[in-house]
Nanobody, 125 residues
Framework: QVWLVESGGGLVQAGGSLRLSCAPSGRTPRSYTMGWFRQAPGREREFVASMNRDGDQIDYADSVKGRFTMSRDNAKNTLFLQMSNVKPEDTAVYYC??????????????????WGQGTQVTVSS
């Protein structure tokens, strides 16, 4: 069963921008800590960003800090990841995830219980 649906992935040139979106599917949306992860071929899934329910705590992986911006619209139950100045090493399947926490960010995949199916982002050099 699909709990979250990501969209916005695609092919982009290095230095370009892309915005990913994530929304709940088939269930009542909740406002909890959300996260973005990514997985490149042959690599483990890695943390990208996390935001708590109120949006006053956001953490980013060092590899994307200063280039990616995570935001959420609780009224529309939508999560966003604005990717700027993308690099070929950003190529991966990007996943959004929902935790059962709400006050703090969650940096580890095991802290999330609902996942989307992912959206492919490919950055050409």
């Amino acid at each position: 069963q699909v709990w979250l649906v990501e969209s916005g992935g695609g092919l982009v040139q290095a230095g370009g921008s892309l915005r990913l979106s994530c929304a709940p599917s088939g269930r009542t949306p909740r406002s909890y800590t959300m996260g973005w992860f990514r997985q490149a071929p042959g690599r483990e899934r890695e943390f990208v960003a996390s935001m708590n329910r109120d949006g006053d705590q956001i953490d980013y992986a060092d590899s994307v800090k200063g280039r990616f911006t995570m935001s959420r619209d609780n009224a529309k139950n939508t999560l966003f990841l604005q990717m700027s100045n993308v690099k070929p090493e950003d190529t991966a399947v990007y996943y959004c995830a929902e935790s059962t926490s709400w006050g703090n960010t969650v940096l580890h995949a095991r802290g999330y219980v609902y996942w989307g199916q992912g959206t492919q982002v490919t950055v050409s050099s």
